[in-house]
């Protein structure tokens, strides 16, 4: 906001403008193209990148489990061919980008929990690396997956917490 030192005397004389009449809040609106926390990417030169690393590819958060390069062409780059596996949803996505280009790279950070219980509501209870306590997930409520999976086998499944 901006503040402006104005003489008591002239408070006292002129009325203030309604909330909405405010000149500062209807034209000077800007969107903030960054949120307050970290960004979800940071760039990585394309030649840079390696089996087993990460990049975006249309999008999608990705594991890369092949790369080849090409010889430089006539144009004067060499060329990356990734092919990579969608972290979320497993399908595999391939791109090719100029080696000297730079690529999107998705923060990645796994953490392993153990399942300690599951509670009649749902709630799974996990054992974190350092000695506490998660509570706050809940189990999928698709009963054809809960199906599938006897409760006795639940607790020797790997989950992926978003």
């Known amino acids: 906001r901006l503040l402006l030192r104005v003489p008591a005397s002239f408070l006292a004389s002129a009325p203030l403008p309604p909330r909405s009449a405010i000149m500062s809040d209807e034209e000077h609106h800007f969107e903030s193209k960054a949120d307050a926390g970290a960004s979800k990417t940071y760039p990585q030169q394309a030649g840079t990148i390696r089996k087993n690393g990460y990049i975006v590819i249309k999008n999608r958060p990705c594991k890369v489990v092949e790369v080849s390069t090409s010889k430089t062409g006539k144009h004067g780059h060499a060329k990356c061919h990734f092919v990579a596996i969608d972290i979320f949803n497993a399908k595999k996505?391939?791109?090719?980008?100029?080696?000297?280009h730079n690529?999107?790279?998705?923060?990645v950070t796994r953490t392993d929990y153990q399942l300690i219980d599951i509670s009649e509501d749902g709630f799974v209870s996990l054992l974190t690396e350092n000695g506490n306590t998660k509570d706050?997930?809940?189990?999928?409520?698709?009963e054809t997956l809960l199906a599938q999976v006897g409760d006795e086998d639940l607790f020797s499944l790997p989950f992926l917490i978003f």
């Open 136 to 142: 706050d997930l809940r189990l999928p409520t698709d």
């Open 103 to 107: 690529c999107d790279v998705p923060h």
């Open 93 to 100: 996505l391939e791109d090719i980008v100029p080696s000297s």
